[in-house]
């Protein structure tokens, strides 16, 4: 069965330090790997989108790896601001549909 | 360009009830779909579409309708509500293409109850 998988839950961290983000999936045939971040009470809004072939993609503070062999990805946040705070969640699409098979997400609370 | 627009915002429906809840983008994006999001899991998609006149059931499709008359517009028809649709629906828009690379672009949601 596809599936994407997510951790930790939830995670709180102070202003300025790092944080990793985890997503295992099993997904087959896999097509592409995103990375969106959703605000409380909004739409999810995309950070990253890699393929196959790409094993890093960065956005600002935020990189993105992949690594298809192992299935797992993973999202770095450098120098966490307050307004990091939201859900992120890793969405996988399998090849040769329209489907997207979503994480559950990560709750990221960043504290000042 | 407004991008995705849902509407409305909030709506409250009694069981049996039905409701259209309406989803449009100015991006001319072929590609349109809708999911729904419940506490503790993913989104989940209910039904898609990839161009005007094509659509096609996702993963939890029953007891929703949709149609796409015209490349902007995607409506979602609960036919009649139950307590299960309870919910926050999503509607998204991207190109369709082969490779799949491409950016998906979410509205803002619709927080649905029904008693």
């Known amino acids: 069965k596809n599936q994407v998988e997510q951790s930790p839950q939830s995670l709180i961290i102070l202003e300025g330090k790092n944080c990793t983000l985890q997503?295992?999936?099993?997904?087959?045939?896999?097509?592409?790997l995103r990375w969106y971040k959703q605000d409380t009470g909004r739409g999810p809004v995309s950070l990253t989108i890699?393929?196959?072939?790409?094993n890093t993609k960065s956005n600002g503070r935020y990189t993105a790896t992949l690594d298809a062999d192992t299935k797992q990805s993973s999202l770095h946040i450098t120098a966490s601001q307050l307004s990091d705070s939201a859900s992120y969640i890793c969405?996988?699409?399998?090849?040769?549909?329209?489907?997207?098979?979503f994480g559950t997400g990560t709750r990221l609370k960043v504290l000042a | 360009n407004a991008g995705v627009t849902q509407t409305p915002k909030f709506q409250v429906l009694k069981t049996g009830q039905s409701m259209t809840l309406q989803c449009a983008q100015d991006m001319n994006h072929e590609y349109m779909s809708w999911y729904r999001q419940d506490p503790g899991m993913g989104l989940r998609l209910i039904h898609y579409s990839v161009g005007a006149g094509i659509t096609d059931q996702g993963e939890v499709p029953n007891g929703y309708n949709v149609s796409r008359s015209t490349t902007e517009d995607f409506p979602l028809r609960l036919l009649s509500a139950a307590p299960s649709q309870t919910s926050v629906y999503f509607c998204?828009?991207?190109?369709?293409?082969?490779?799949?690379?491409?950016?998906?672009?979410f509205g803002p949601g619709t927080r649905l109850t029904v008693l």
């Open positions: 997503c295992n999936y099993t997904v087959s045939p896999f097509s592409n």
């Open positions: 969405v996988v699409r399998a090849s040769g549909t329209y489907k997207y098979i």
């Open positions: 998204a828009s991207s190109t369709a293409s082969g490779g799949g690379s491409n950016e998906q672009f």
């Open positions: 890699m393929t196959f072939s790409e």
